[in-house]
């Protein structure tokens, strides 16, 4: 009977997991789940409202007429000599992605326990598929931009996209996994100790002001010199400005800068993923 | 047969209390301990899951050192208390959580069902639930596309496909949501105590289903539940599990469930003896109640062919005509038998019984009742006014067990399927 092909196990269930295996291939047998999983939070977003799928378009809307109204008009920081509009909403799409990752990452666990502590699939097909859904939402956010771009074009502004818009895709790469970083790592501190939970609903909508949605990097390096490293210092920072220079031709692109915060995400995405791999197995005792 | 799950010094321990600034320190120490490649302080001081008494320490093991093996086909009921560690068990094998130490090896696929709906969304319609939760549960999209005519009809929702299930009745959300187990196909199939749910029929479908996998199928089912007699059916092998261990592990199904339930209902006993301070009152006092096999003093198991007499000894108070004495026999699912009162054969007028000490005495059906474990309580009461002592609220009981001796005949030797067995005349022309 005991042939070696009994040895033969296709899962091995032990008390700790390797650090650096995130079972891609176990994730790759799930993605079914995973576009199911984004087609859930995208469908059941808008269900029994009139407005439906729009509403995805109102709250930028509001957010940069309330943004032109307080910091263009009333505060005048100023923005670069792009149309108010067009520049908060370059800058509000982007952090609110990143924004939205990073807190719903940071609650997938706690969220989603009943759920996890019923059945077993790859946990890290919960945090992907906040990154995917959001990123949905995030496209229809920026056909908003794109469209509000060809108007103020066409009707002459200054406005000039160039080849660092190229850029693009490696930005979305970039803010995805940053976010996805900080939140696996917030989600995996929490699931025994909820104080940080506190930090990220009160951090994140002030950690906004530390980057540049509001107002351009060249505005806070020529009046505050002293802080600009503060803000520069946040890798979101070279996300937004490089979009900005990409598509509308003003900011403040540097290699140097990008370079940075992609090191930073490297370095914040892996840390997350040990840390993430290292509750995943047994979070549901202590959640 | 090859063996397809192979347990190993499997334990798991819990932290026991509320999370605080309490426990930081300690995990702080665990922590340095580890550091220094030094064992675990606190799982060292862990004690036995005993969840009636109170421990020494907050940690608390809920599996120690099991170790088994199951071969491909079986279909294992594991049984015991509440608190045994029978889900914790279910949910380290469904890769749910991971134990703390030792480890399992699985060949094949395993889903698990420790639910029924998990992740069902109630905005979703049926339909998109039943991809949503088969997804869950680790099927393919082209899986669940080919099956879902199939789990539709299992459910009997076809009308409310494509409604949001949060408009369902509890009952069709069950269904619906034990269609897509149902249709799962894994090698391996773990469910713990889901089919306690639906109507009468639905629950008849469900253990069909289980049927269905375990035995025609040939499919391997762990299987926790508290229905004795779904155990009894389904399963082919019994893991009994008492406070984080496996106390008994073997094939035959029967004497098992008879071993874990002689064990739990330590409450029923040979003999019945009042201790002088129970069930006062002012007309009735049961004194004994004992059982006699050919007017001698017998133990509690008995075979079919034995005439078993139940006495009960008691003090009668008052005389009343309303005073009914009598019994009801349960069997082990607690599932009421009968009931016989000494008023039930009267002949000529009613005469109350007397004043002072009697004894009242009944031949048990004994050869009307199945081979199982039953148990008698004694039922005092005035005639619809009111339960002196109501059979199923505490009051005095006698367990007995029937064992062997049906039928004459050869061709039926085991427990025959159903609730009773009598033993019927037949005659031909």
Redesign the interface.
């Known amino acids: 009977m005991n042939k070696p092909a009994e040895e033969d196990w296709d899962i091995a269930i032990t008390p700790k997991n390797n650090l650096l295996n995130l079972q891609l291939k176990d994730v790759w047998q799930y993605r079914d789940l995973l576009v199911l999983l984004v087609r859930r939070d995208f469908v059941s977003f808008y269900k029994q409202t009139i407005l439906g799928p729009i509403w995805f378009f109102v709250q930028p809307i509001i957010t940069i007429l309330i943004y032109n109204l307080v910091f263009n008009n009333l505060a005048n920081i100023g923005t670069d000599k792009i149309p108010g509009p067009i520049f908060y909403l370059a800058g509000t799409i982007i952090w609110n992605y990143f924004a939205d990752c990073l807190t719903k990452t940071s609650t997938v666990f706690r969220d989603n326990s009943a759920m996890l502590g019923k059945v077993y699939f790859p946990r890290l097909i919960m945090p992907l598929s906040i990154i995917l859904s959001n990123l949905i939402r995030f496209s229809v956010q920026f056909l908003l931009f794109i469209l509000l771009l060809l108007i103020y074009y066409f009707k002459g502004y200054a406005i000039a996209p160039n080849l660092y818009l190229l850029l693009f895709p490696f930005l979305i790469i970039l803010i995805a996994a940053l976010g996805l970083g900080f939140g696996m790592i917030i989600s995996a501190v929490t699931t025994k100790y909820r104080d940080l939970t506190f930090v990220v609903t009160f951090g994140v909508p002030l950690l906004m002001y530390t980057t540049t949605v509001i107002y351009p990097l060249s505005a806070a390096i020529t009046k505050y010199p002293a802080y600009s490293w503060l803000i520069k210092f946040n890798p979101v920072t070279a996300v937004i400005e490089s979009f900005r220079y990409g598509f509308l031709g003003k900011g403040t692109f540097s290699w140097q800068l990008l370079g940075y915060s992609s090191i930073v995400t490297l370095f914040i995405l892996l840390a997350g993923i040990i840390i993430f791999n290292k509750v995943e197995k047994t979070f549901v005792d202590t959640v | 047969m090859?063996?397809v799950i192979?347990v190993e010094n499997l334990s798991k321990a819990?932290?026991l209390g509320d999370?605080g600034t309490g426990t930081?320190s300690r995990?702080l120490e665990r922590f340095w301990a580890k550091m220094r490649g030094k064992e675990d302080p606190f799982l060292k001081i862990g004690e036995v899951n005993d969840r009636t008494k109170k421990g020494e320490s907050d940690i608390v093991w809920s599996l120690k050192d099991l170790n088994f093996e199951i071969e491909q086909g079986d279909a294992v009921g594991i049984i015991g208390r509440n608190g045994a560690g029978k889900s914790t068990l279910l949910?380290?094998?469904?890769?749910?959580?991971?134990?703390?130490?030792?480890?399992?090896?699985?060949?094949?696929?395993?889903a698990?069902l420790?639910?029924v709906g998990?992740?069902f969304?109630p905005?979703?319609s049926g339909r998109?639930n039943i991809?949503?939760n088969g997804?869950?549960?680790?099927?393919?999209?082209s899986e669940i596309k080919r099956k879902f005519d199939e789990i539709v009809d299992f459910a009997g929702v076809e009308r409310y496909i494509d409604t949001?299930v949060k408009r369902y009745s509890s009952g069709m959300y069950v269904r619906l949501a034990f269609g897509v187990a149902a249709h799962l196909e894994s090698e391996i199939l773990v469910v713990d105590e889901v089919l306690s749910v639906g109507d009468a029929e639905f629950q008849k479908k469900c253990l069909g289903k289980m049927e269905d996998i375990s035995k025609g199928e040939g499919r391997t089912v762990l299987f926790v539940s508290h229905n004795m007699g779904a155990i009894e059916v389904f399963c082919s092998r019994i893991l009994l599990m008492h406070q984080g261990r496996i106390t008994h592990d073997s094939r035959n199904v029967v004497s098992s469930i008879k071993q874990y339930l002689n064990g739990v209902k330590n409450e029923g006993n040979i003999k019945w003896k009042n201790d002088g301070n129970s069930y006062l009152n002012d007309y009735f006092i049961p004194d004994e109640l004992f059982l006699m096999v050919d007017n001698q003093p017998s133990d509690s198991i008995f075979n079919r062919i034995e005439n078993v007499k139940l006495c009960i000894n008691g003090d009668v108070k008052q005389i009343n005509p309303l005073l009914q004495i009598g019994i009801a026999v349960y069997d082990y699912n607690d599932n009421l038998i009968f009931w016989s009162f000494n008023t039930d054969n009267i002949v000529g007028e009613l005469e109350p019984l007397p004043m002072g000490k009697t004894q009242l005495s009944l031949d048990l059906p004994i050869k009307l009742l199945n081979e199982g474990t039953y148990t008698i309580a004694l039922g005092v009461s005035l005639f619809q006014i009111e339960w002196i002592c109501e059979p199923n609220q505490s009051a005095p009981l006698l367990k007995l067990e029937i064992h062997g001796g049906y039928i004459t005949s050869p061709y039926w030797t085991a427990r025959r399927p159903g609730i009773i067995a009598p033993l019927l005349t037949w005659t031909h022309k």
């Not at chain 2, 469904?94 to 395993?110: A, E, F, L, Q």
């Not at chain 2, 997804?135 to 999209?141: D, E, H, N, P, V």
């Open positions: 090859p063996k192979k819990y932290q999370f930081i995990d949910k380290i094998l469904s890769r749910v959580t991971s134990p703390t130490s030792g480890s399992v090896k699985i060949k094949g696929r395993i698990s420790l639910e998990t992740g969304h905005e979703l998109e991809y949503l997804a869950i549960l680790g099927m393919r999209k949001p």
